[in-house]
């Protein structure tokens, strides 16, 4: 009974690690095999692209069963892309410019997205990385050297190295940084309580850095989000409209964690990054008082809309300071409405009793 037993336990335990071994992929780069998972939802018929990266010294099957990634495809209908990174002596670690590594992480990780474009219905304007402490930092540099074919980027206790710092983005890009101000590894000033030394640009420097890249106004946007949970966080929101979004969620009282669980804290990272890569964030601070479903695409957009009315409406486009920029009549149907000719930046779209964010790129 007990060579029985174990006859199973042993089956078992090969088909579970077969199964785990098969969901991970290989694409060579640079004479090297690289790993990376890549989930993708039932039906689908074009993709808007995450890429996850993970933190020093982590692998992707761990950061799969943490995380769930199928059912992220599943409920967002996108792809998930989750690479490995090399491990460089420091434990598995891209090379966000923090050491003096010659791996040329920055471009593997568009060799691989152009791979994927072969082989799937990748739509190449919906292109987005987010990122955890290291994952943080190269989410950085690919928005930096790569901001020209990612359309935002989010990282998560992740700092600019002084290295990147020394670059110019190639273009603006959306970007939404969050980190805490209690982080002893990724500090909020730059600094490692961990490490002992400084690991990049302080938050304030970051902010600085893509107020610049992405012609933003230096007066952000600031909202607290409301405190429902009793765990020791307030969520702050500073937003900088500019040719490109800023947006920076300030976690005070947050350490170096990736909050993930609605039930215990007010905001859910995966949730808030989606609802900021897709702009369904809004200003609370602006004259918004509603928010509801109004069909508007696409967003951003570069001048053209098309709104889609269940009945006649009077349409009002408002900046962020609550001035109307346009106001016209429309029959119920489909309402094209020309945005050319107004500012780059965030608008409002306002109708009855519903009101939607939109860029304008």
Request: hydrophobic share 40%; with cysteine.
């Amino acid at each position: 009974m007990k060579i029985r037993n174990l006859l199973l336990i042993t089956i078992l335990t090969i088909l579970f690690s077969s199964s785990c071994l098969a969901q991970i992929q290989y694409f060579e780069w640079q004479n090297v095999q690289r790993q990376y998972l890549v989930k993708t939802p039932e039906n689908y018929e074009s993709l808007p692209v995450l890429f996850f990266l993970h933190g020093l010294g982590d692998n992707i099957t761990r950061l799969d069963n943490e995380f769930h990634f199928q059912q992220i495809a599943d409920n967002f209908n996108w792809m998930i892309v989750v690479p490995q990174a090399l491990n460089e002596g420091y434990g598995s670690m891209w090379n966000a410019g923090l050491t003096a590594s010659t791996t040329n992480d920055s471009g593997f990780l568009m060799a691989l997205l152009d791979s994927l474009a072969v082989q799937y219905p990748v739509n190449q304007d919906s292109v987005f990385f987010t990122g955890f402490s290291m994952g943080g930092f190269m989410s950085h540099r690919m928005a930096i050297e790569h901001g020209d074919r990612i359309n935002a980027a989010a990282p998560v206790s992740g700092l600019i190295t002084t290295y990147m710092a020394g670059h110019n983005a190639v273009a603006p890009v959306r970007i939404l940084d969050i980190h805490g101000t209690s982080d002893p590894v990724v500090g909020y000033d730059g600094g490692s309580e961990y490490f002992g030394y400084q690991l990049g640009l302080s938050v304030e420097s970051i902010l600085n850095y893509w107020i610049k890249a992405n012609g933003c106004t230096n007066e952000p946007v600031v909202d607290t989000l409301p405190d429902t949970q009793n765990d020791g966080l307030r969520f702050v929101e500073y937003v900088y409209p500019g040719t490109k979004e800023l947006r920076h969620l300030k976690v005070i009282g947050g350490d170096h964690s990736w909050y993930h669980n609605a039930n215990q804290h007010d905001i859910d990272y995966i949730d808030y990054i989606h609802n900021f890569f897709t702009g369904k964030l809004s200003y609370d601070k602006v004259d918004n008082p509603t928010t509801g479903s109004l069909n508007i695409y696409p967003n951003p957009t570069n001048g053209q809309i098309k709104i889609e009315l269940n009945s006649p409406s009077d349409i009002e486009i408002v900046d962020i300071k609550g001035n109307t920029i346009i106001q016209k009549h429309f029959d119920a149907g489909m309402a094209n409405l020309n945005l050319h000719g107004i500012d780059r930046g965030v608008y409002f779209v306002k109708t009855n009793d519903i009101t939607e964010k939109i860029i304008v790129e």
